[in-house]
Nanobody, 120 residues
Framework: QVQLVESGGGLVQPGGSLRLSCAFS????????LSWYRQVSGKERELVAA???????????NYTDSVKGRFTISRDNAKNTLYLQMNSLKPEDTAVYYC??????????WGQGTQVTVSS
């Protein structure tokens, strides 16, 4: 059974940085497509960034337009961990951030989320 645990959220001023981590418990971490989503209360969950599985090649990354050039998604297969480096944070980045892991059959798993608040 796959378990995901996010950490690294908190309160940061506009223009600041945070790095989110998502610890993966289970097998064959490198075979999962991974992504970060965020959700504001009352709104739908939004895909922020994704990175493909890395069995035979380096992961391919993709970002929603609003975070391109500011956020970087990465994975460390040796540590079974997914990261999201967030720079130049804006108040509109405030949300609960969730990591997601999807296996080759399309079965997805979610973490419990971590709150990010960007405010002065």
């Amino acid at each position: 059974q796959v378990q995901l645990v996010e950490s690294g959220g908190g309160l940061v001023q506009p223009g600041g940085s945070l790095r989110l981590s998502c610890a993966f418990s289970g097998f064959f971490f490198s075979s999962y497509d991974l992504s970060w989503y965020r959700q504001v209360s009352g709104k739908e969950r939004e895909l922020v960034a994704a990175i493909t599985r890395t069995i035979s090649s380096a992961g391919i990354t993709n970002y929603t337009d609003s975070v391109k050039g500011r956020f970087t998604i990465s994975r460390d297969n040796a540590k079974n961990t997914l990261y999201l480096q967030m720079n130049s944070l804006k108040p509109e980045d405030t949300a609960v951030y969730y990591c997601n892991a999807r296996d080759w059959q399309g079965l997805g798993y979610w973490g419990q989320g971590t709150q990010v608040t960007v405010s002065s």
